[in-house]
């Protein structure tokens, strides 16, 4: 009248099986933390609403007598890293149309140069687009631009901003 103790030996699938599968779930998890990562880091955005770097505005013969009357004031650079450890490059400026008319698209060229006044980066962003209000006459807007890779051989002056494209409001 004595019983044996038993000793029970759970199933080694079971539990291998909730490990395997946690495990699964952690690593999709941890690539779609990571692809988001890259795709929302701040060196890569463009202002919000902003047009794909492809795009490009007019600069016809009326488009280039406006332009005149759209100014770049109040010229910022900060530089930060992001939270991949890259170094991003952030000109935040004001565009203000003097003008008389509205505008659906600007596009702006900025340019760094490197220490012998040659062009060490050159891109083209749009800073108003169509899919956003118009900058209408007498507005002024802020916005911002990042830049992940600017050479080393820039010479960490104001670079040069240009409106090379308009599109005015029909």
Request: hydrophobic letters at 45%; aromatic letters at 8%.
């Given at each position: ?89 952030t000109l935040t400026a004001d565009l203000v149309n003097a ?72």
């Amino acid at each position: 009248m004595h019983d044996d103790p038993q000793i029970q030996i759970p199933d080694p699938a079971q539990p291998e099986s909730r490990r395997f599968n946690f495990a699964l779930i952690l690593a999709a998890a941890a690539i779609v933390v990571i692809v988001a990562a890259f795709y929302f880091s701040p060196g890569r955005q463009s202002p919000p609403g902003a047009a794909p770097r492809a795009s490009h505005f007019a600069l016809g013969p009326a488009e280039q007598a406006y332009a005149a009357s759209v100014h770049i004031e109040n010229i910022a650079l900060s530089r930060a890293e992001n939270f991949i450890h890259q170094e991003v490059t952030t000109l935040t400026a004001d565009l203000v149309n003097a003008g008389s008319r509205p505008l659906r698209g600007v596009e702006l060229t900025i340019t760094f140069s490197d220490e012998m006044s040659q062009i060490a980066l050159r891109e083209s962003r749009a800073v108003v687009v169509p899919s956003n209000p118009p900058l209408t006459a007498g507005e002024r807007r802020q916005f911002d631009i990042a830049f992940e890779h600017i050479p080393n051989s820039w010479n960490m002056q104001q670079p040069v901003v240009r409106v090379t494209g308009l599109e005015f409001l029909q």
